[in-house]
């Protein structure tokens, strides 16, 4: 079988690293190229373009951002940079091959939940902002593709890029955390999201798709699933409410509906729980 370049930003997150090491079992038709910070700064948009034109890609999964919300508010100038020129300039380079763009259920205000494709996103914070704008660019072009994501889980090559290690290290290290019963998502695995977009890609699916866990879910809940997993750590947690948070505005509830996207895929997305039974080492 003839392999096809595929380019995957951000190869050393969570989620690059997902699709690469995913790509041979799930869509040997492609050949990945991980880009990674260190080998490719995507907001020197002049050396992208000549890298483009180097490996002439067939495809791009576009991963890479600045995505933890405080540093965004902390530097909105780089944060708007990374987050919607870096995407800009990649839309750009490939008008005529697919490109995935990686957005977030955080678009949402989280007034009411289980938001579907059609409704207006409502940013709450630069992040979110960032994210609605990039968006636009990358569904200006009807061959390119957006999946909204929630938070994901999984193993990361740092082993502090997603949600579950955080939460892990901080108990490693004797922390007490206070997590919130009033705030909700939709957590999936890195691998599952890894798994739908190779599939997608595959059958050329284009336009706006909500991608994540099967369960709605309180950060309390979602804490109160991997606890099992670490019974030694020192650490403690604790319920707390989300009126008890003082910073930028958090949406509560975003919950999204993934009707649309699930008619595309040949397995069924699974909750987190189920997700944690079949693979109980991802969290670890």
């Known amino acids: 079988m003839s392999t096809s370049r595929v380019w995957i930003t951000g190869a050393g997150g969570l ?3 997902h699709l690469l ?4 079992p799930m869509a040997p038709e492609w050949q990945p190229v991980g880009l990674r910070r260190q080998e490719l700064d995507l ?3 002049r050396s992208v373009a000549a890298r483009f034109r180097a490996d002439r890609p067939a495809a791009i ?3 890479a ?3 933890h919300p405080p540093l965004c508010e902390r530097e909105p100038a780089i944060a708007r940079k990374t987050n919607i020129e870096a995407t800009r300039c990649l839309a750009e380079l490939a008008a005529e091959i697919p490109l995935i763009f990686f957005s977030s259920d955080l678009v949402f205000d989280g007034r009411r939940g289980s938001y ?6 409502n940013p709450l914070s630069i992040y979110a902002e960032t994210k609605v704008a990039a968006e636009q660019i990358v569904l200006g072009n009807p061959r390119h593709t957006v999946l909204r994501l929630s938070l994901n889980f999984g193993k990361s090559p740092s082993g502090n890029r997603a949600f579950n290690e955080m939460i892990r290290n901080d108990l490693a290290a004797g922390k007490s955390l206070s997590v919130f019963t009033d705030e909700f998502r939709c957590p999936t695995a890195a691998r599952v999201t890894a798994r739908a977009s190779w599939e997608l890609l595959r059958h050329r699916a284009t336009g706006l798709f909500h991608l994540c866990g099967a369960d709605r879910l309180s950060r309390w809940q979602i804490a109160n699933l991997l606890l099992p997993h670490w019974p030694a750590l ?3 947690i604790q319920p707390d409410t989300v009126k008890n948070y003082h910073g930028p505005p958090r949406p509560p509830d975003c919950s999204m509906n993934c009707t649309k996207v699930q008619r595309w895929l040949s397995f069924r997305l699974p909750g987190m729980a189920e997700a944690l039974a079949s693979h109980p080492g991802e969290c670890v």
């Open 61 to 63: 999964i576009h991963c």
């Open 43 to 45: 907001t020197d948009f």
């Open 65 to 67: 951002a600045i995505a």
């Open 116 to 121: 579907v494709e059609t409704d207006a996103p």
């Open 15 to 17: 989620l690059g690293s």
């Open 234 to 236: 020192p650490g403690k």
């Open 21 to 24: 090491t995913t790509a041979s």
